[in-house]
């Protein structure tokens, strides 16, 4: 049997439904994307962001004590690994004294109150599918207790530097673009275009995550109490890191919005070569990550505008007009309209551009 006629998974029809429904409301985003791959790669794909938005969820919460985060991520990777004791089972019990109340879940908690679910159907994938999927989100996993353990007595992330920056980027998200190539890459695929994809699959990751950090400034601090904006910047605009979403810092943090930003600026090139080496192999598509790309490209040019929206609760995103004119786009034009369309929609809103890519 081919891989392209074998079956996704051999899971319950319910279980793998119930997580392409998770994965609609953990992110608005990546759901985008899983909606227009196909099978397998859609079932793929689907399986290993659950696994990384639970190690995300407990990273990211202010309600569990640091040190207990990092034990039970460290417990979430050991479940991970095929060859170690602990069990999702394991993880589960350990997580569930900080589980909200089930009428009280957001959907991000209740994927992690069905932890156990999420990992009996993603061990019903194909084997080589779990192989290239595991590592990455092991890295993943181990780095996220890392910087836990890096600041826990700061009660939330704190970053020092533009390296340190990078560094956490490439833990939440350039293993992730390593996930996905991974995928991409296990059957017969030309030599220089494996290599190509491996050489700028971290900056594709990397690129969506500072977009990611530069717009949520001050829901990430207000709602997470972690600070991604490197200290060293926000001292050059003397803003302190504990007041950046003060009215009066207001100014100063703006300007390091729009470092980052700049920052995410310098991914885009490698990002495009990603997207243009991929290839189209178990029910990938272009268009699923060719969405995210120029969503980022949208959301970089609102923030470029008005990088104050970042700092003062107002938010920062593209409208849902420019969503659906973003993916009807590139559903009709494929491929060869990307660098067209990164273009139009670096300059303004997309479906205020009718002529783009006509």
Known sequence: MSDADRPATTAPDADLAWCHDSVQGVSRTFALTVDVLDEPMSSYICLGYLLC??????????????????????????????????????????????????????????????????????????????????????????????????????????????????????????????????????????????????????????????????????????????????????????????????????DGTAAVVGRTTALAHTFLDDAESYLEHLPLVDGNTVDAWAIPFLLAVGTLRELAAQPERAVDGRGVKVSRQEVFAVVAAMSEHGRDSLPELRRAIAVQPFHRTPSAAD
Request: negative net charge; hydrophobic residues 35%; aromatic residues 8%.
């Open 53 to 250: 938005r639970i190690a995300d969820t407990v990273e990211d919460t202010d309600r569990i004590d640091p040190d207990e985060q990092s034990a039970l991520l460290r417990l979430y990777d050991e479940a991970l690994d095929p060859a170690a004791d602990a069990t999702a089972a394991d993880f589960r019990d350990a997580v569930d004294e900080h589980l909200p109340q089930a009428d009280e879940r957001s959907a991000d908690w209740e994927v992690v109150a069905e932890t156990e679910r999420v990992f009996a159907t993603f061990g019903e994938l194909p084997e080589d599918v779990r192989e290239a999927i595991v590592p990455p989100v092991r890295e993943l996993v181990g780095g996220m207790a890392e910087f836990v353990d890096r600041y826990a007595d700061e009660g939330g992330l704190r970053i020092g530097t533009r390296g340190e920056l990078e560094e956490y980027c490439y833990y939440a998200a350039g293993t992730v673009g390593n996930l996905i190539t991974n995928l991409l890459t296990r059957g017969d695929i030309a030599e220089e275009r494996a290599r190509r994809l491996h050489e700028t699959a971290e900056e594709f990751g990397l690129l969506l995550q500072l977009v990611n950090i530069a717009k949520d400034v001050h829901d990430d601090y207000e709602e997470e109490n972690n600070v991604y904006l490197p200290e060293e910047w926000l001292a050059a605009e003397d803003v302190p890191q504990e007041d950046l979403t003060d009215s009066e810092h207001r």
